[in-house]
């Protein structure tokens, strides 16, 4: 999948001098216990399920996806600089995976997010938490709310559900 332009905002998968941006942005929200921390070499052992939003020739946002079964793939990592917040970034990001998830065959797209409303605007719904493969929980353990967790479950099945394009977040 080639990158693509939206507005000023061009997306495109992630390339290793992305990865001290990507990993500032990843970690300023993991500071704030919003999501898991991702070190440098995380980030550039896992690069090819990288892509990064750019706008102006400066990295924006990232995502990841994690392809957990031939079925099922994990949306991580969903971040925007917090100056870019509210531009519509982060859904275009999650669109532009669900579309390379859809490419590869995949059938069901999940994510855990303490942002439920912003992927129930994109077509995800809700689901049991332990109804997703263990797959999905194999960073959990290292997760600092392992034990009290707050993220919520969220998938979409992509074979028969596309995703919406309008959303304000």
């Known amino acids: ?72 793939a994990e949306i991580r990592s969903l971040a925007v600089a917090s100056d870019m917040a509210g531009r519509g970034i982060g859904g275009k990001i999650v669109r532009y995976l669900v579309e390379k998830a859809r490419e590869i065959g995949v059938k069901r797209v999940a994510a855990l997010t303490l942002q439920q409303g912003f992927f129930e605007r994109l077509g995800f719904r809700v689901v049991d938490r332990w109804a997703l493969s263990p797959k999905i929980w194999s960073e959990c353990v290292y997760c600092p709310k392992f034990h009290h967790c707050d993220e919520i479950a969220v998938a979409m099945e992509i074979e028969d559900e596309d995703v919406k394009t309008t959303i304000n977040d």
Do not use: F, H
């Open 1 to 72: 999948m080639s990158g693509r332009e939206e507005g000023e905002v061009i997306l495109r998968p992630a390339r290793k001098e992305d990865i001290p941006t990507i990993v500032e942005i990843v970690n300023g929200y993991a500071a704030q216990n919003l999501m898991l921390p991702r070190s440098p070499r995380e980030v550039e052992r896992t690069l090819n399920s990288w892509v990064v939003a750019e706008l102006g020739g400066r990295v924006v946002g990232c995502g990841a996806l994690s392809l957990l079964s031939s079925e099922l």
